[in-house]
């Protein structure tokens, strides 16, 4: 069992930058793959990064490539997801997620967190 919390959303102009954070629970933490994914207003939830558990290789969206970077400490049970030259189309409710494979599909994620709010104004 993992429970994932994330922190860190608020609002921020355009161009500007958050660390969004999550802290998982469960002594299994640093078995799992980890990922971002974020879900807009009357959109579907969509990928946006994740990573190994090994912390080695990460993957990202083409829609955040080159401005968002995923780290994970598993020493601390730690995800993040630092995001840099925000976009008014980055404003969306941002999910931790854990799962034994991970990869772009959310469904093959086991455990979720309740998300964060990021706003970025134009």
């Known amino acids: 069992q993992v429970q994932l919390v994330e922190s860190g959303g608020g609002l921020v102009q355009t161009g500007g930058s958050l660390r969004l954070s999550c802290a998982a629970s469960g002594r299994t933490f640093s078995s799992y793959a980890m990922g971002w994914f974020r879900q807009a207003p009357g959109k579907e939830r969509v990928f946006v990064a994740r990573i190994r558990w090994s912390g080695g290789i990460a993957f990202y969206s083409d829609a955040v490539k080159g401005r968002f970077t995923i780290s994970r400490d598993n020493a601390k049970n730690m995800v993040y997801l630092q995001m840099n030259s925000l976009k008014p189309e980055d404003t969306a409710a941002y999910y931790c997620?854990?799962?034994?494979?991970?990869?772009?599909?959310?469904?093959?994620?086991?455990?979720w967190g309740q998300g964060t709010q990021v706003t970025v104004s134009s």
């Open positions: 997620a854990a799962g034994r494979w991970g990869g772009d599909d959310g469904a093959r994620y086991d455990y």
